[in-house]
């Protein structure tokens, strides 16, 4: 292995910021894009006559398609650096949006916003800027960048959907596709912002003993699992809400609007949740914060469902909800983080978040699935509680104690 050059703090410092500011630019317009799909359910379902499980299935595809992408994006990221991950997976997300706009047949929607869409989002999304931010910060502070990163997603959700929603009122919801993937070019630029760093967690020389020994040390470590079955339940809770709420909304009575102006509350109040959730993480135990972030997501359901429903309880429930969403990302990418190093983090982090998106493919396709064949949402509903209350209890057990592991805790890697 190379020596490793020190550079000065305040250089440091600056490269840290920087690559924060950029890293929540970028999942401020990949999240923040893929937050609005929901609202191109009914409009894209009118046009080609399809049911929601048909749009449901293709969002549940992205999300698959998103997580299993990741272990190995992730590890070409570790490999060969974050930035080229970056431009690449902004390419195919942009190209993604572009064909949506101009298909024909409802097979192409299924190539779009399922296949294209979800490669790109494995490229451009938090399992690779928040590895080429845990290389630039102290252990300690990781959780609390994460927070800062996360919450640029949140805002993604509350600025960029709005928008979509007034693409689509302007301008249809093909001409919205091609407005979203305009923005959607801007990640690339905003990926030179995320320097080759010397890490701050690395010694000089040695034998890291590989990618092989890392996967190897995490299959064996039970908490590491049981960080990816809680993670299973965020991405099933998240794909259901994003994709179907907003329709849930209208089937009861509720105007449109209102189902886009809950999720930008989502996003809203994500950025007060992500802030401190990875603030909080930096403090006190990560799986016992996770397992109050999934209990409350689990009462917040709870008493949406049994309080007549309003465009005030739908807002509250947004904000409630909002406040809950993401802070999962900050919390368990530093749990993540504190087991096994940031050596190879991006591909760690990615098999948990593959977990995620297989927990995400469930609820977007079984809530359009259910909703065909019975009218309702109701089973749903209470599957989100159920497993809200199993992550919570789960996440409780889990230790994110650091262990002895040179291989993964040492090297430079490049951005």
């Not at 109701?378 to 650091?402: E, K, Q």
Request: hydrophobic share 55%; charged share 10%.
């Amino acid at each position: 292995m190379k020596p490793i050059s020190v550079q000065p703090r305040s250089n440091w410092a600056r490269s840290a910021m920087i690559a924060i500011a950029c890293s929540a630019l970028i999942v401020t317009l990949s999240m923040g894009i893929r937050q609005s799909f929901g609202l191109f359910l009914q409009p894209i379902g009118r046009d080609f006559g399809i049911g929601r499980e048909y749009f449901g299935f293709a969002i549940a595809l992205q999300n698959l398609l998103f997580g299993l992408a990741q272990p190995f994006v992730g590890a070409i990221a570790d490999r060969y650096g974050v930035r080229r991950v970056l431009v690449v997976g902004t390419l195919i997300y942009a190209a993604g949006l572009l064909i949506a706009s101009q298909v024909v047949l409802p097979g192409g929607i299924m190539l779009s916003l399922g296949v294209l869409i979800g490669l790109g989002l494995s490229g451009t999304t938090f399992v690779v800027v928040l590895t080429g931010v845990a290389r630039l910060v102290r252990p300690e502070q990781r959780s609390f960048a994460f927070g800062l990163v996360t919450a640029g997603g949140s805002f993604g959700q509350f600025a960029v959907v709005p928008v979509a929603q007034a693409f689509i009122s302007d301008w249809g919801w093909r001409g919205a596709m091609m407005g979203l993937a305009a923005l959607t070019l801007i990640i690339a630029g905003a990926a030179i912002g995320i320097r080759r760093p010397q890490d701050l967690t690395s010694t000089a020389g040695g034998n890291d003993g590989g990618l092989v020994r890392a996967l190897t040390q995490a299959a064996a470590h039970p908490h590491y699992w049981l960080l990816n079955a809680g993670f299973f339940v965020c991405g099933f809770h998240l794909a259901f809400i994003a994709t179907h709420f907003p329709a849930y909304l209208v089937d009861q009575g509720i105007a449109p609007s209102v189902g886009a102006t809950s999720l930008a509350l989502v996003g809203l109040f994500n950025i007060l949740g992500s802030y401190l959730f990875g603030l909080w993480g930096g403090r006190y135990s990560r799986p016992r914060l996770l397992a109050a972030l999934y209990a409350g997501r689990a009462l917040a359901i709870a008493l949406f469902l049994l309080l007549p429903l309003s465009p005030v309880s739908a807002f509250a429930f947004a904000a409630a909800l909002g406040f809950l969403w993401l802070g999962t990302v900050p919390l368990t990418n530093g749990a993540v983080a504190s087991l096994f190093g940031v050596r190879y983090l991006s591909t760690l982090y990615g098999i948990v978040f593959l977990t995620h998106q297989i927990g995400s493919f469930i609820g977007a396709w079984a809530a359009g699935r259910l909703f065909d064949t019975t009218g309702s949402y109701t089973a749903i509903w209470i599957a989100c509680i159920v497993l809200g209350i199993a992550a919570a209890a789960i996440s409780y057990v889990t230790r994110d104690t650091p262990i002895a592991a040179p291989a993964l805790q040492t090297a430079e890697s490049p951005l």
